[in-house]
């Protein structure tokens, strides 16, 4: 299910019994007309009172999130369940016996609310799915460059940003990297200016030497460093040949990442890098997916002016076919009915950690996930403020919560960077995945 889906059902629920309750006044108010003696003042207070209580934990219920909404819906039920008491009582107490008692009036009502549900939320989906306004499929001749650089925003921040979410695209750059001047996560440098610096890095002597030195070839990637005539053909610049410039410096850094270190940026001394491959699983960029975000990267600090734009347009229709698409408009978003591997993997926890038993997942930015012995001891730290009580409760704490508790970074001899790790994956979660992701993670463990 999409993430507003579910938040409209619990809000429609929880609206639904809005209506429910006024509909109880309504009917008592009617009934204390029609039978004399009753005490309508006693009776409409105590049903106005029903309402106003709904209406509040409605209200509520439109300031929460997903996750807090699942369990607060329980506190509306428990208001509606002592309506139907209360009008119980005072049909007994009336002698009312020519109408359906309230428990049948009450059951008529949700049946009706619930197929009206269902096929709302049948109808949903269909309507979610229409085609994204840019960034399609097709790739025409005569695109223009506005329009690739548009292509490589939307693989960066997504088409469609999901309100109290990160924007991130297929791209996942946003998870790490910031872009406007001054604001700074830490462990990833900000991406503001990156054109220019990318003129000025290929002339430092850092860059000539280490961590491997030009002409050195980087053994995770295979890659030669320095070396555009020698990029893989599919990527390779047009026109390469030995001279290096700017544009060579940014597709390294996206297809080699430990080719060159920015300063405090690395692990071990700076001599490897956090980010992922973005050529290759689980990010996976395309060629010309990968070029429209450098043609976004020369060209986003300068809105409207493309000068300084080297990447050239693509040629041909078709190509971008070997993507799929459908990556690029839709919120990330998770049900619990993948695979383990599946969720993790759409979250991008593997960017980040290093997670036994998830192929590929060697991330570095933060703690290896090995919680089953991590998250017990966690929460006897004496900096611990949280309120888990036990592990699978942390875990779910630091998914849904990272600031609740930062971890120490014991090899760096400083805290791991707290704020890197997204703050908002309750929206990317149905409760399901969140509790099958709890499972899994609360049990991992050193290999071996
Ligand atoms: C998991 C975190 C992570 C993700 C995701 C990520 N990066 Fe990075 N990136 C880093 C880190 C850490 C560095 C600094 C170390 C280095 O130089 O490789 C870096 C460095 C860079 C640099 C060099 C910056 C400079 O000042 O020289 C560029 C350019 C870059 N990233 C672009 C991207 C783009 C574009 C994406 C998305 C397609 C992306 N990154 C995704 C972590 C990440
Ligand atoms: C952009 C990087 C990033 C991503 C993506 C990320 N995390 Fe984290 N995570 C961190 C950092 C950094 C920390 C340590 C700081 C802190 O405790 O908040 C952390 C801490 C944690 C902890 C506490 C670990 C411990 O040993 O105490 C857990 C559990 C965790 N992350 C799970 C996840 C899961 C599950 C996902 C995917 C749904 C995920 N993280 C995605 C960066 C990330």
């Not at 020519?98 to 989906?125: C, E, H, K, M």
């Not at 050195?216 to 599919?234: L, S």
Request: aromatic share 8%; hydrophobic share 35%.
């Amino acid at each position: 299910m999409l993430p507003e889906q579910q938040d409209i059902l619990w809000t429609f629920v929880s609206l639904m019994c809005v209506v429910f309750s006024m509909y109880a006044f309504i009917s008592v108010i009617l009934n204390c007309r029609e039978h004399e003696g009753a005490n309508m003042k006693l009776w409409g207070t105590i049903f106005a009172a029903g309402v106003l209580i709904n209406l509040a934990l409605t209200n509520h219920m439109f300031d929460l999130n997903q996750v807090e909404q699942l369990g607060f819906v329980g506190w509306q039920m428990l208001a509606i369940l002592g309506t139907l008491l209360i009008w119980g009582v005072f049909y007994k107490n009336e002698g009312i016996e020519d109408q359906s008692p309230p428990i049948i009036r009450a059951a008529f009502f949700y049946v009706t609310i619930s197929i009206l549900l269902a096929g709302y939320t049948n109808w949903l989906p269909q309507q979610r799915s229409d085609p994204p306004p840019v960034g399609g499929a097709e790739i025409s001749d005569d695109i223009t460059m506005d329009q690739y650089a548009e292509m490589g925003r939307i693989i960066v921040f997504g088409a469609k940003a999901v309100a109290g979410t990160k924007a991130i695209g297929k791209g996942q750059c946003p998870l790490c990297h910031t872009f406007d001047p001054g604001d700074n996560i830490g462990r990833c440098p900000n991406l503001f200016g990156v054109e220019e610096r990318s003129h000025a890095r290929i002339k430092e002597d850092r860059y000539l030497n280490e961590p491997i030195r030009i002409g050195e070839t980087d053994g995770a990637t295979q890659i030669v460093k320095g070396k555009p005539d020698q990029v893989p053909e599919e990527y390779r610049r047009a026109d390469a040949g030995d001279d290096l410039v700017g544009e060579d410096y940014l597709r390294e850094s996206l297809m080699c990442p430990s080719c060159y270190v920015v300063k405090g940026y690395g692990k071990t001394g700076d001599k490897v890098s956090p980010m992922p491959v973005i050529s290759k699983p689980p990010i996976s960029l395309s060629p010309i997916e990968l070029n429209s975000v450098l043609a976004w990267l020369q060209s986003k600090d300068t809105p409207g002016d493309f000068a300084s734009v080297t990447i050239p347009l693509p040629t041909g229709g078709g190509e971008i076919a070997e993507t799929d698409e459908e990556d690029e408009d839709r919120p990330i978003f998770v049900t619990g009915t993948e695979s383990i591997e599946e969720i993790v993997n759409t979250l991008g926890c593997p960017l980040c950690h290093t997670i036994p038993g998830i192929p590929g997942a060697v991330g570095e930015l933060g703690p290896k996930l090995h919680e089953k012995i991590n998250a017990p001891q966690r929460i006897k730290n004496p900096n611990y403020k949280g309120k888990a009580r036990n592990g699978r409760e942390y875990v779910r704490e630091s998914i849904l919560n990272p600031s609740a508790y930062v971890v120490f970074n014991e090899e760096e001899g400083e805290p791991f960077p707290d704020g890197l790790m997204p703050q908002d994956f309750a929206n990317k979660l149905s409760v399901n995945a969140l509790e099958k992701l709890v499972d899994f993670i609360s049990n991992t463990q050193p290999e071996g």
